[in-house]
């Protein structure tokens, strides 16, 4: 009886209930969806690299290392010497070597150099291997693979001709127009930095740099597809190596042999612990994301506090009816922390199902722009108490109005009985 009251009070002042439903459901969703966006952006940064023992690249910080060679943000302080790479590939500790090159680029996406070893052993997210959408991978010196963002973003298909540029801005003026790539394979989406990658072969890149000299090409000397093909394109140098071992109890071993090379200084770390500290760096902005989200439902709260007070005035009458049909005071408190926690629950209710609405219209948008996939998928333990936690501090905010509500109804006894 007491729900059913409470319910028909509710509905008694619709314009007020709809305003306040709005502004709990809307900062509930907020909230839920920011949650979302920090799980899913935390997931697939851990998940840009599966399987890798160690990444070797030039001395450097371990940070700078993960972020050139993984994330292909910034630029390397030197390249590591071939005979280097090759000493890593025939260590009997070592089962695997992807080699990566990067300088050049094509329309603001990296090119990264590499080999058709990164086919067969990269791994991202719950070492999952990379799969075609279209096509396959190097079969000719000029093929190129691109990531799933750049074929949509570009129009790319199978069979279509790129140019790729030095340097890696989004506007360059030295093109490698007279050596342009066939699109031989498309990527599947991934979640990772591959997306937004054009990959070539290492002796295709070094290839397109024939006739070159400190980045500038010199004049007359442009080499045609024919001449390249009879070229020795063994690269010199690369930028990083991606490391797989037979043992992984080998890593810190083989991690420290490196470090402490002297033939040639080199950085060996560890993927997760490098992530991590990337992490420690960069977890700010989506703690803070948190923060500003709370800060809205905790708005919301407020607001339906102060609607809930702004009603007490006018709930005067109501109450002395209750007290008269010989309702108590605390019963007419409880109906009030009864109408909050209704209100609270509908608009948390309300707010999960927007949420569920708005990831259907920005997932894909999302997904192109900054590579963040947000599955259509049942809360998260975390969202869960979160939303409890909308709901308990509703009903205390309840508490406020109960409280006004109890003394005018003893006020009410005390006058009647005077």
């Given at each position: ?213 400190a980045g500038v090409p010199l004049p007359g000397l442009k080499i045609t597809p024919e001449q390249a093909r009879q070229q020795e394109l063994t690269p010199k140098e690369v930028t990083a190596v991606l490391v797989g071992l037979k043992s992984r109890l080998q890593t810190f071993h083989l991690q420290r042999a490196l470090n402490t090379r ?105 997904l192109d722009t900054f590579g963040i996939y947000l599955p259509l998928a049942p809360l998260s333990l975390q969202q869960w108490l979160q939303c409890l936690t909308i709901l308990i501090l509703g009903t205390l905010a309840g ?20």
């Open positions: 009886m007491l729900f059913s009251l409470a319910l028909k009070s509710l509905l008694s002042r619709r314009t007020s209930l709809i305003l306040t439903l709005l502004t709990i459901a809307l900062s509930t969703a907020l909230l839920l969806g920011v949650q979302q966006v920090r799980e899913q952006s935390r997931e697939a940064f851990f998940s840009s690299v599966s399987g890798t023992d160690l990444i070797v690249g030039a001395r450097s910080g371990p940070v700078q290392l993960l972020l050139y060679s993984v994330f292909h943000i910034g630029n390397a302080t030197s390249n590591i010497r071939w005979s280097s790479q090759q000493q890593l590939a025939e260590d009997p500790r070592v089962a695997w070597t992807i080699p990566l090159s990067l300088g050049d680029s094509h329309r603001g996406y990296r090119v990264v150099g590499t080999s058709n070893a990164m086919f067969e052993h990269f791994r991202y997210g719950q070492a999952q291997p990379l799969e075609f959408a279209q096509g396959q991978t190097f079969t000719d010196l000029f093929d190129v693979v691109v990531g799933a963002e750049v074929a949509a973003r570009l129009g790319y298909n199978p069979g279509d001709k790129i140019v790729i540029a030095h340097g890696s801005g989004n506007t360059s003026f030295m093109k490698h127009d007279n050596l342009p790539f066939l699109v031989s394979g498309i990527l599947a989406p991934t979640g990772t930095p591959l997306d937004r990658a054009v990959l070539v072969s290492l002796e295709g890149l070094e290839a397109v740099h024939l006739g070159w000299r002297s033939e040639e200084p080199l950085t060996a770390v560890l993927p997760g612990l490098a992530l991590q500290e990337l992490w420690q760096i960069i977890g700010v902005a989506e703690k803070s994301l948190l923060v500003v989200a709370s800060a809205a439902l905790l708005t919301g709260l407020i607001g339906m506090l102060a609607l809930l007070l702004v009603g007490m005035q006018q709930r005067q009458h109501e109450i002395a009816v209750l007290r008269a049909l010989g309702c108590p005071p605390w019963r007419v408190a409880l109906l009030l922390v009864l109408e909050s926690t209704l209100l609270t629950a509908a608009g948390t209710l309300l707010g999960i199902l927007l949420l569920q609405v708005m990831l259907m219209a920005i997932r894909g948008p999302l508490l406020v109005p109960a409280l006004k509500g109890w003394r005018q109804a003893r006020a009410n006894h005390l006058i009647r009985h005077y």
